[in-house]
């Protein structure tokens, strides 16, 4: 079992729910990520927190809302969420920001 | 733009079998290069990691080679085991910029008993 635990592993939720995925890292990392996986697609990076600041935003869509209230826990915020937004969200840490990355289980989210 | 291709996208070979997953980038300006496993439904459990510097990396059954000139990384695995079925994901992280990681879509192997 690595470092980094996500909840909840499952979530279910419809077009016009709001709801939150956690992630927590307990390596010391100053760096934390949220990925997006699709089927067939290679990982797509959706945001980078380094040191508790958002350095970047892989032109993600306003109803994805990160928050990283410290260097151990990431949060993403979900709401009004669209069918093809069913993915596989993984959370990664790093030492630093271009250092090896460590990552969770994740959380298989499914739009209905 | 990085763009990372794994081929083939799976795999199936017998138990006990050596086998090699291919990895390719079109930008050798690299940082270094990660390989992960990735076990249905779980997230990325990394194996090796290679620096740009470097032209090999070697952990247990596994050996990763890197040639930055020709763009391309190999994941070599000895005496493939049932246990090693998974998929295998390259990821390359470039020198400079922002969202510098890009990874592959991965080879699916298989190991039959």
């Known amino acids: 079992e690595t470092g980094v635990t996500q909840t909840p592993r499952h979530l279910v939720m419809g077009m016009t729910n709001k709801k939150s995925l956690k992630c927590e890292q307990h390596?010391?990392?100053?760096?934390m990520y949220w990925y997006k996986q699709s089927a067939k697609k290679p990982l797509e990076l959706m945001f980078v927190?380094?040191?508790?600041?958002?350095?970047e935003n892989n032109s993600v869509p306003s109803r994805f809302s990160p928050e990283c209230p410290n260097s151990s826990h990431l949060f993403l915020h979900l709401h009004t969420l669209q069918p093809e937004d069913s993915a596989l969200y993984l959370c990664?840490?790093?030492?630093?920001?271009?250092?090896?990355?460590?990552f969770g289980p994740g959380t298989r989210l499914t739009v209905t | 733009k990085q763009e990372v291709t794994q081929i083939p996208a799976a795999l199936s070979v017998p138990e006990g079998e050596n086998l090699v997953l291919n990895c390719s980038f079109t930008d050798s300006a690299i940082y270094n290069l990660q390989w992960f496993r990735q076990d249905p439904g779980k997230g990325l459990t990394s194996l090796l990691l290679?620096?740009?510097?470097?032209r090999e990396q070697t952990s247990g059954r596994l050996n990763a080679s890197l040639d930055k000139s020709s763009g391309r990384s190999t994941l070599y695995i000895a005496a493939s085991q049932p246990g090693d079925s998974a998929t295998y994901l390259c990821?390359?992280?470039?020198?400079?910029?922002?969202?510098?990681?890009?990874f592959g879509t991965g080879t699916r192997l298989t190991v039959i008993p």
């Open positions: 290679i620096q740009s510097s470097q």
């Open positions: 390596l010391g990392h100053n760096a």
């Open positions: 927190y380094n040191f508790k600041e958002q350095t």
């Open positions: 990821a390359v992280r470039l020198q400079t910029g922002a969202n510098n990681l890009f």
């Open positions: 990664a840490s790093s030492q630093h920001r271009d250092d090896e990355q460590y």
